[in-house]
């Protein structure tokens, strides 16, 4: 209703409205208060029309600017705009060489330790099993975790030591590729997987067996480079 009587009274100023541009509407703000003023002898009040426009159209600044900064945040890949789960397109990336090194620990407890080290378990030679339990386990990253790219694995690598300190076994594996995307989840699973046939190999002696520390320490190449663990 306020902008028919306006537009009524100040027929020049019809075309202030018809913009369909921020600026030129914030600009057609200003040149009607100047007309304003011109003809009342005194510039609007903050609580009229002029200055509620205004800080509508300063609110609406705000908020865009808000969002483009919530649009420009770095986000989970693995979700869609509407919040479905996606597997990430790498078709983009270029190839290169790309490694990654995880750890964990089995803490066994000197009864079992000492079982694993005289390898004296029913099961046989646990470090050994564990091993090539790993190394299979990183092959198969993709089929285990949903979202995982298969890849083409050039290295994997996995060590297991026993540690008297802890009574321990202490496993660090490694995945290496030349593809586009990193070889991170590899290298987790792959001490995982062995780290499970180790309490699998032991859990006869004991249920008390824990893996722990499951972590990358760490990953080269890609799109974020090189990246290692404070110790």
Known sequence: MILRRLAA????????????????????????N?????????PPTSNGFSGSVSNDFMAQEAQLTSQKICD?????????????AQMVDVSPKENSQRTAIANCKVILGKKVFDLVLANQLAKGDVLSVAKIAGISG???????????????????????MLNSKDFSVDIEGEAVSSGKT??????????????????????AASKDIQITDVRL????????GDWCREK
């Open 9 to 32: 009274a100040f027929p020049h100023s019809r075309r202030f409205f018809s913009s369909n541009s921020n600026h030129d509407f914030a600009s057609a703000i200003v040149d009607l």
């Open 34 to 42: 100047k007309e304003m003023e011109s003809i009342f002898g005194e």
């Open 72 to 84: 420009s945040t770095p986000g989970l890949t693995h979700i869609g705009r509407t919040g479905e």
């Open 138 to 160: 990183a092959k198969h990253t993709s089929s285990l975790i949903p979202l995982c790219h298969n890849i083409t694995l050039t290295h994997v690598r996995v060590d297991l």
């Open 182 to 203: 990193g070889v991170e989840m590899e290298a987790m699973t792959a001490v995982t997987v062995a780290g499970l046939t180790v309490y699998d190999m032991c859990k």
């Open 217 to 224: 320490d760490r990953k080269t190449g890609g799109k974020s």
